[in-house]
């Protein structure tokens, strides 16, 4: 089986590097990894008012598994892989500087092979922690985050490695409480296309609950060309979608949400 992708991404296939930590972001060294998510550090420069040299921090945006949980030893050795030994900077919240456990809430950047990467993204990106936003029009890195697990779940990394396999709807279908809130890859043909107030509607043929595809690329927009975006071409194709399962009630029925055009993708028969 042969998958085409669709012509209409900008090619952001890997963590894109920056030229540079933000400006202000404080230089650190971290002395201990207590999750994928958190770590204790001691700043080697000075610190805005508020903040002391030696302190705990909760990385922004994320959710990297609990110890003993899956995948929570994998998320930790990430966490040092990227940062031991290597001077880190940290880029507090602008919004609120420390969470409900007093810890300081921030980003960590570190310098690698290809430039500076943010360690939440890469974390992201791996599969090994999930996104946590609670206001998305406050994070400035919402839709590289965003971005990051939508690339995760389609190589079907870490957390997402439900959707590894594409699985033609009828399959998920047959059982479809297995499914829900997981990461899948669906193959389906599409009956129609149509505009509704959530997005562009990829209906699917002979679907038993009405199961849909429902693009939104105005969230994210620089991510695709818009301009090229003809998604009449695709009523009698099948596709794969790729993304989390949502079903929140019997009369909407199914549906997985896309953001980026690497969710979405022509199936070609072998």
């Not at 420390?98 to 791996?126: P, Q």
């Not at 939508?150 to 279908?173: K, V």
């Not at 997981?182 to 009956?191: G, T």
């Not at 429902?214 to 975006?229: D, I, N, S």
Request: net charge negative.
């Amino acid at each position: 089986m042969r998958i085409a992708v669709l012509i209409v991404a900008l090619g952001f296939l890997a963590l894109a590097g920056f030229g540079a930590p933000p400006e202000g972001a404080l230089p650190a060294r971290i002395t201990r990894w207590l999750d994928g998510d958190t770590c204790d550090l001691r700043f080697t420069g000075p610190v805005p008012e508020g903040v002391t040299p030696n302190e705990r921090v909760r990385l922004l945006g994320i959710d990297a598994p609990e110890v003993g949980e899956p995948l929570a030893e994998e998320a930790t050795r990430l966490l040092r892989a990227l940062t031991l030994g290597k001077p880190v900077y940290v880029e507090l919240n602008p919004r609120e500087l420390r969470d409900t456990h007093r810890r300081l809430l921030g980003y960590l950047w570190v310098e690698g092979d290809e430039g500076w990467v943010m360690v939440n993204e890469a974390l992201l990106r791996a599969g090994l922690a999930r996104l946590l936003v609670y206001y998305p029009e406050r994070e400035p890195y919402y839709c590289r985050f965003l971005h990051a697990v939508a690339l995760a779940q389609a190589e079907g990394l870490g957390l997402w490695g439900t959707a590894a396999m594409p699985r033609f709807l009828w399959e998920i279908e047959a059982d479809p409480v297995r499914y829900v809130t997981q990461a899948v890859a669906v193959v389906f043909e599409v009956s129609r296309v149509g505009l509704e107030p959530q997005g562009w509607v990829l209906w699917a043929s002979g679907s038993r609950y009405g199961f849909r595809a429902v693009l939104q690329p105005e969230l994210c927009r620089t991510f695709w060309r818009l301009e090229e975006l003809d998604l009449g071409r695709l009523v009698g194709k099948k596709v794969v979608v790729r993304g989390e399962l949502a079903w929140d009630s019997l009369r909407n029925g199914p549906r997985v949400t896309i953001h980026f055009p690497e969710q979405l993708q022509i199936w070609e028969e072998p």
